[in-house]
Each structure stands twice: as C-alpha cells, then as structure tokens.
C-alpha cells in the first residue's frame, strides 16, 4: 500500500496539544504516527487522503499552538519492519510486561501480552490503552462477559482474558484491527475472543457485565445507547480516547441519560481514562 508521510513541526506551550493534533488526525484517516524530535510524522493511504478534509481538521489549532508541515509520497514497504524499528516493551506497574515476538519474555510479571506490530491502534504504548489497563487490573473480571469495542491490536479483550473474563467480544470496523486481534489473541494463546468486523451495528444483543470502550469522544457520545443496551444492570463500562477538560464532562452529562453513573477516572497529560457502572 502507498502512503503519504506528513512530517509535523510543532511549537506547543503543552504537552497535550501535539496529542490533540494527532487525535484529529486520527478521526480523518490517519491510521499510523511517530514522534521525532520536533514533532511527529503521521500517515495516511493514498487513497484516504483529502486535502480539504485535512485543512477543515488543523483549522481549529492554528490559533491554539505554531504547526507545520511537509507532505512526501512513501512508495510501497514494508510496514511491519517500520513497526518492529519503533516498537518497544512496556509495562503496567508490576503486573503486566507488554512485548512483541522479537522481544524476551519476562516471567516475572503475572501478566504478558504479545503484541504482533502492525498498523493497529492499541499497542499500550498511548496513555488512554495504558490507563485502561491499569483500571482493570484494579477490578475483578473473573468470570464475566466482556465487549472491547474499538479494540484495535485486541491487547484489552486478551488482557480481560487473562483476568479470568470468560466470554468476551472484540469489535473494530477497521479490517486490519479485526485481522490483527484474531492474530494477537492466537499469539496469547487466548482461544475465546470472538472477533467482529464493524461497529455498534454488530454488537450482539445479549447482555454483558463489562464493556470496554478505549475510542474517541464523538464515538463514544454516537454509540453509548448501544452501549447501555446491552449493559447489565450493575455492570461496568471503561470509556477512555478522550480529555478530561471539557470531554470527561460531556461524557459523564451524555452517559447520564443511560442511567450511566460515574465512579472514578484515571488521567494522564490530560488523557482521561473513566469507569462507570450502570
């Protein structure tokens, strides 16, 4: 697949204003980033690209923060050496050790997830994957059915298995994310991930005691009726993808309506990682 690099120069006063940029990147196409030393290169399929799309998402932070950028046509490579180039392990306290296939195992964490690095959101290495994890590690998820939607590498639904989650649900309209959990979930050795190809259209209609939900603000307010439906009465939501000022109050106002309620949030350079329970 060919692809143009935009190579971002920024100027930010914040550190969260970069992840801004990168989030409205995200929302149009952009499906793959890398930080450098003065900003970020970020990638999108020639076929995807729109520069009038493009202009309207930067228009709201020209007056935010000093960004430019460079566009050059990446011819066909391979992508999964790109991936392997920048990818590193990571860890969640001392709980969970997060690797790739080239990397040791390290036996001493309870928990291990191996991540094959493709072009799929959800390494663990952005703060609202990490955040999420932490928020379960700290909740009991033995035994209970599980929906992961928006779960990109499936590093969530295998985490929530590993946690003794006995039937869960992965969903991403994505096709490489959809390839890439059935992949990763083999990788773990985790035979009971159901993964579907979509969005709130193929959440099956049964009733779940958690559902995870690491996306973005405007995803998360469209598809949180079909959240609530499909959420039983006492179980838990993780809605993370999002800021907390003023985002985590627009989430919190919308999830109200579901008879959503908010408990506590984790939040990190402005990132915000929330549990409500119905």
Known sequence: MIYYELLFTTITTEDYQQDLLIAALGEIGFDTFEEV???FKAYIPVDNFDQQVLDEALEP???MFTFSYDITLIPQKNWNEVWESNFEPIQIGDQVFVRATFHEPKPEFPYEIVI????AFGTGHH????????????????????LDMGCGTGILAILAAKLGAIDLTAIDYDPVCYESTIENSALNNVEHIKAL????????DEQHDIILANINRNILLDQMDAYA???????????????????????TD???KYNLKYITHKKDKDWVAAKFVL
């Open 37 to 39: 030393e003065l900003g």
């Open 61 to 63: 932070y020209r007056e």
């Open 116 to 119: 094959d690095p493709k072009m």
């Open 127 to 146: 703060q609202t994957t990490a955040m999420v994890m932490q928020l379960m590690l700290e909740n009991d998820f033995a035994g209970k059915k599980v």
């Open 197 to 204: 190809c979509g969005s709130k259209e193929v959440i099956p």
């Open 229 to 251: 439906r499909v959420l039983r009465p006492g179980g838990e939501i993780y809605f993370s993808g999002f800021y907390e000022s003023p985002d985590l109050d627009i989430i």
């Open 254 to 256: 919308e999830a109200r």
